[in-house]
């Protein structure tokens, strides 16, 4: 069964930072590009970011309210995306989702499955 | 801000066929870029419905249709029943290299 399970959330305070992890199992993890989508209490989805996989790269792109602070990487031996959050601010409080797309690079794609998800509350 | 539009909600009739409208522009849904939809049951993660515009994964029922038409897209329900109660969401790629979600609807069984 391919599951998908987030790690890492909880309450950390503005200007801080916070790593979450997800870790993957059910399929090969290396072949497939991963990406972040959060979302804010009682909001809708918002795109994070991606990490390519390693044949391609492993480069990433990220959501523009983000860029500069989250990072995206991946440890293929271990079968885990993280996402780095610096200098966390309060809006971006959310729970935030581990998902998979359907190859290895291309953005233009669905995301699927996806994991249960972490809540991070930035609060001081 | 998301750049793709959904009405708020829709509801109807058990049985009935309900639709769900995801207006874009031409820097995504309009420049050929696919469409797919999501089903996020009350407290629980988003589910794939439909991908590519009008393909449903496996286990999907096929009351579930999408369709795709210049810079909008759309999710039909047919035969609605009380367990399609949800928030939908749209998703698509966009030429800033970004990807965006609709801004969800919430499906209501009356």
């Not at chain 1, 069964?1 to 979450?20: C, D, F, N, T």
């Not at chain 1, 989250?70 to 729970?95: C, P």
Request: charged content about 15%; overall charge neutral.
């Amino acid at each position: 069964e391919v599951q998908l399970v987030e790690s890492g959330g909880g309450l950390v305070q503005p200007g801080r930072s916070l790593r979450l992890s997800c870790t993957a199992s059910g399929f090969t993890f290396g072949d497939y590009a991963m990406s972040w989508v959060r979302q804010a209490p009682g909001k809708g989805l918002e795109w994070v970011g991606f990490i390519r996989s390693k044949a391609y790269g492993g480069t990433t792109e990220y959501a523009a309210s983000v860029k500069g602070r989250f990072t995206i990487s991946r440890d293929d031996s271990k079968s885990i995306a993280y996402l780095q959050m610096n200098s966390l601010k309060t809006e971006d409080t959310a729970v935030y989702y581990c998902t998979r797309l359907p190859s290895g690079y291309d953005l233009n794609n669905w995301f699927d499955p996806w994991g249960q998800g972490t809540l991070v509350t930035v609060s001081s | 801000q998301s750049v793709l539009t959904q009405p708020p909600s829709v509801s109807g009739a058990p049985g009935q066929r309900v639709t769900i409208s995801c207006t874009g522009s031409s820097s995504n849904i309009g420049a050929g870029y696919d469409v797919h939809w999501y089903q996020q049951l009350p407290g629980t993660a988003p589910k794939l419905l439909i991908y590519g515009n009008s393909n449903r994964p496996s286990g999907v029922p096929d009351r579930f249709s999408g369709s795709k038409s210049g810079t909008s897209a759309s999710l039909a329900i047919t035969g609605l029943q009380a367990e399609d109660e949800a928030d939908y969401y749209c998703q698509s790629y966009d030429s800033s290299l970004s990807v965006f979600f609709g801004t969800g609807t919430k499906v209501t069984v009356l």
